[in-house]
Nanobody, 120 residues
Framework: QVQLVESGGGLVQPGGSLRVSCTAS????????MSWYRQAPGKERELVAG????????KYADSVKGRFTVSRDNAKNTVYLQMNSLKPEDTAVYYC?????????????WGQGTQVTVSS
């Protein structure tokens, strides 16, 4: 059974830091590209950061570059999102995504999300 379980969300003041985690089970984590998305109320879900399975290359949305860092620990089947210098506009539900494409088949899994609220 495939599972992605996010944790670490919460309330933080502007300028603060938070680390969210996503632990996977039920599939070969090391073969999957992992990403973090977020969705704020009334807005579409957007890509925040991603990390490639094979190379470890990372990609970030312009709005979080220099503030957020995505990393993974294949031994723990976990991907992390370290968020620094948080702003109120970072408030959203953060979702973990696992993606893998093989010939004629796409595997795409989502977690249930964790709420991050940036407010004084």
């Amino acid at each position: 059974q495939v599972q992605l379980v996010e944790s670490g969300g919460g309330l933080v003041q502007p300028g603060g830091s938070l680390r969210v985690s996503c632990t996977a089970s039920g599939f070969d984590f090391s073969r999957y590209d992992m990403s973090w998305y977020r969705q704020a109320p009334g807005k579409e879900r957007e890509l925040v950061a991603g990390i490639i399975s094979a190379s470890g290359s990372t990609k970030y949305a312009d709005s979080v570059k220099g503030r957020f860092t995505v990393s993974r620990d294949n031994a723990k089947n976990t991907v992390y999102l370290q968020m620094n210098s948080l702003k109120p506009e970072d408030t959203a539900v953060y979702y973990c995504n696992a993606f893998r494409r093989v010939p004629w088949t796409v595997f795409n899994y989502w977690g249930q999300g964790t709420q991050v609220t940036v407010s004084s």
